[in-house]
């Protein structure tokens, strides 16, 4: 399983910038996606999954109702879409998929992801 991000770049606080992700191979529908966040000297945080069956959305708090996650079963790909910015979001963003989630809800710990993809940068600054 592989997972290509693409779609960081720099933008201005209050922006909006949408990150796809898309994975070649198969994705079961026990598995989840997530994305995750990571800038240096800090531990890589959780920022949003989905479950790849029902569609199951989960948030960490400092997203919550900025950022929204979808899946296209269709194409093999999960998005990020970023709304109102701010510049303690800049980060490393990563996909990232846990093929044996088996629950209602995806996992927000990133031991529980066993793929990832090579991370794209997004930088939000004025």
């Known amino acids: 399983v592989q997972l290509i991000e693409s779609g960081g770049t720099l933008v201005q606080p209050g922006a909006s910038l949408r990150l796809s992700c898309t994975v070649s191979?198969?994705?079961?529908?026990?598995?989840?996606m997530g994305w995750f966040r990571q800038t240096p000297g800090k531990e890589r945080e959780f920022v949003a999954a989905?479950?790849?069956?029902?569609?199951?959305?989960y948030y960490a708090d400092s997203v919550k109702g900025r950022f929204a996650i979808s899946r296209d079963k269709v194409n093999n790909a999960v998005a990020l879409q970023m709304n109102s910015l701010k510049s303690e979001d800049t980060a490393v963003y990563y996909c990232?998929?846990?093929?044996?989630?088996?629950?209602?809800?995806?996992?927000?710990?990133?031991?529980?992801?066993?793929?990832w993809g090579q991370g794209t940068q997004v930088t939000v600054s004025t």
């Open positions: 989905i479950t790849w069956g029902d569609g199951n959305q």
């Open positions: 191979g198969r994705i079961f529908s026990s598995s989840a």
């Open positions: 990232a998929v846990d093929m044996f989630n088996d629950a209602s809800v995806p996992s927000t710990l990133k031991n529980e992801y066993n793929f």
